[in-house]
């Protein structure tokens, strides 16, 4: 059972930055998709970002501000965060998924990030 845990969340400013990181353990990421969802107050989880062995994807709202990157070695993924904006404010979690997996189905406690305007 892999289990996940965020951190790096905080308060920041508008236009600043920060990087969130997720550690894995009781099993190797490597061949898991892994990605980031958030949940803003009274909002459903949306998709933010994910990375596989097909590459990258992002939502259109966090294209070109947000990187996600991994470590397998240290089976570790983070999220950069850059520019944000006070509606980038939400719990962001870390998920994962087994290859044979249809969906994401392993995911962290989540972390907070609230941007100040």
């Known amino acids: 059972q892999v289990k996940l845990v965020e951190s790096g969340g905080g308060l920041v400013q508008a236009g600043g930055s920060r990087r969130l990181s997720c550690v894995a353990s009781?099993?190797?990421?490597?061949?898991?998709?892994m990605g980031w969802f958030r949940q803003a107050p009274g909002k459903e989880r949306e998709f933010v970002t994910s990375?596989?062995?097909?590459?990258?994807g992002y939502a259109d709202s966090v294209k070109g501000r947000f990187t996600i990157s991994r470590d397998n070695a240290k089976n570790m993924v983070y999220l950069q965060m850059s520019r944000l904006k006070p509606e980038d404010t939400a719990v962001y979690y870390c998920?994962?998924?087994?290859?044979?997996?249809?969906?994401?189905?392993?995911w962290g406690q989540g972390t907070q990030v609230t941007v100040s305007s």
């Open positions: 998920a994962a998924k087994r290859p044979e997996a249809l969906r994401f189905d392993y």
């Open positions: 009781g099993g190797t990421i490597s061949t898991f998709a």
């Open positions: 990375i596989s062995s097909s590459g990258t």
